[in-house]
């Protein structure tokens, strides 16, 4: 096999993007799963409303409800209370005119009244036989005042949740209140993950001279988890050909996604690039981007392979930014741009324009000058601090050639990237 792309040229993120999303497709197997495991994942088909909600006109508060046309505005109004209705449990009798029933927050509302008060505004009897309502408040209530109407939220018939949205817990409460117990969704994304380099080594192991602990696996692990993916741990792979090839060979073979982080740029030790076009293709691999230039698409059979470099906040970076949303796309999810926010810079910057840029950063709101971010006070893709210290990422254009305190700059909330 040979590159389809030979990487002369940096690739803007668009242009990666561009490419490498023509060739995902969206899974197409599915399975039924429970709401209390759907969380995440991503719905196979639209959801039709079976019921109305609310299932019948209630009331939005805690009071009494009355036929608004037995109110005065002239004088005190006072009615006899001939009932109570409490939530789960409905009033059947008749309600006639010139009475009014005690009704809790949640009551189904009987046929007759057309308003409800709340218990706030009017005086009620000490053995509550009785209201009265001063004119001043009759003359501000309207006809379904603090009433929810049948139907108001969803009606019967309509979409509830559309095909390939993605699940949060508001979804599956809201497919909950339509008194449905499980859901068809895609199946889980396989992603095999695995990290490369003679110089890592797992925590918990004394370190030999020139080694370091490998954490790449621990921020990949737990962004995949968080989408939904089901997720193989190939652990740490020497920078030896006899290890590396039968492993991302074997781990193509039975996953949808091969993520590797490190071994993809162009030092003599750098094998993964070397094995995944001798075993599938390389579209391209180099990005002009920072951090993370060296970051490789391609594919061995009907896997995907996506190689990230081997500094933690160039790996998590390239994630968010490169790999999410292509992994969304093959979950049955439509990738869609991140968040920005324009805030003023509180920090000054400058740099060589040429390739689009992300400084690690932490917002802040100040009472007089409105929200300000600030950036960590080193810009090195190995400081892992960083990324614990940080709760968004600044974006510099291409074009961009500095920053001065007060400019106006884009802020990438990690909330809108999966990773809060």
């Known amino acids: 096999m040979s590159h389809r792309n030979s990487g002369d040229r940096l690739l803007t993120l668009h242009e990666a993007l561009a490419t490498a999303l023509k060739t995902v497709f969206p899974l197409h197997e599915t399975e039924t799963a429970s709401l209390t495991e759907v969380d995440g994942r991503v719905l196979a088909a639209d959801v039709i409303a079976q019921l109305d909600s609310p299932p019948h006109d209630n009331s939005a508060m805690d009071g009494f409800a009355l036929y608004l046309a037995d109110l005065s505005v002239q004088q005190p109004t006072r009615l006899p209370v001939i009932g109570r209705v409490l939530a789960g449990h409905p009033y059947s009798n008749p309600v006639p005119a010139g009475a009014a029933l005690r009704i809790t927050t949640g009551g189904w509302l009987p046929a007759g009244p057309d308003a409800v008060i709340m218990q706030e505004q009017c005086r ?31 009606s019967v018939g309509t979409v509830l949740l559309p095909g390939g949205w993605r699940l949060r817990p508001q979804d599956v409460a809201l497919a909950a209140g339509q008194g449905i117990s ?85 030092g003599t ?52 930014l490169f790999a999410r949303p292509l992994l969304l ?16 810079a509180d920090f000054a910057f400058r740099r060589k324009p040429g390739r689009r840029e992300w400084l690690r950063a932490q917002l802040r709101f100040d009472p007089e000058r409105g929200p300000l971010v600030g950036v960590y006070h080193t810009h090195s893709s190995a400081a892992l601090s960083s990324l614990a210290w940080a709760d968004g990422l600044v974006e510099l254009p291409e074009e961009c050639a500095g920053v001065a305190p007060g400019d106006p700059v884009n802020y990438l909330p990690f909330s809108g990237l999966g990773a809060e």
């Open 182 to 266: 499980a859901l068809d969704v895609i199946r889980r994304l396989r992603v095999a993950v695995a990290s490369t380099g003679d110089e890592l080594y797992e925590p918990g192991v004394e370190l030999p001279p020139g080694a370091i602990y490998e954490s790449n696996r621990r921020i990949l692990i737990g962004l995949l988890r968080r989408l939904g993916c089901a997720v193989t741990d190939l652990g740490i792979l020497r920078d030896d050909r006899a290890i590396i090839l039968p492993a991302l060979r074997g781990a193509a073979a039975t996953h949808d996604v091969l993520l590797t982080s490190g071994g993809v740029s162009v």
């Open 124 to 154: 009620i009897a000490p053995d509550e036989r009785w209201i009265e309502v001063d004119p001043a408040v009759a003359a501000k209530l309207r006809l379904g005042e603090n009433i929810r109407r049948r139907g108001e939220d969803v």
């Open 329 to 344: 796309k093959q979950m049955g999810a439509e990738p869609v741009e991140p968040v920005r926010w324009q805030v003023s």
């Open 269 to 320: 030790a750098d094998l993964v690039k070397e094995i995944i076009t001798e075993l599938g293709a390389i579209d391209f691999w180099r990005l002009a981007i920072k951090p993370g230039k060296p970051v490789t698409f391609g594919r061995i059979g009907d896997c995907l392979t996506i190689g990230l470099p081997g500094n933690p906040v160039s790996a998590m970076v390239t994630f968010l």
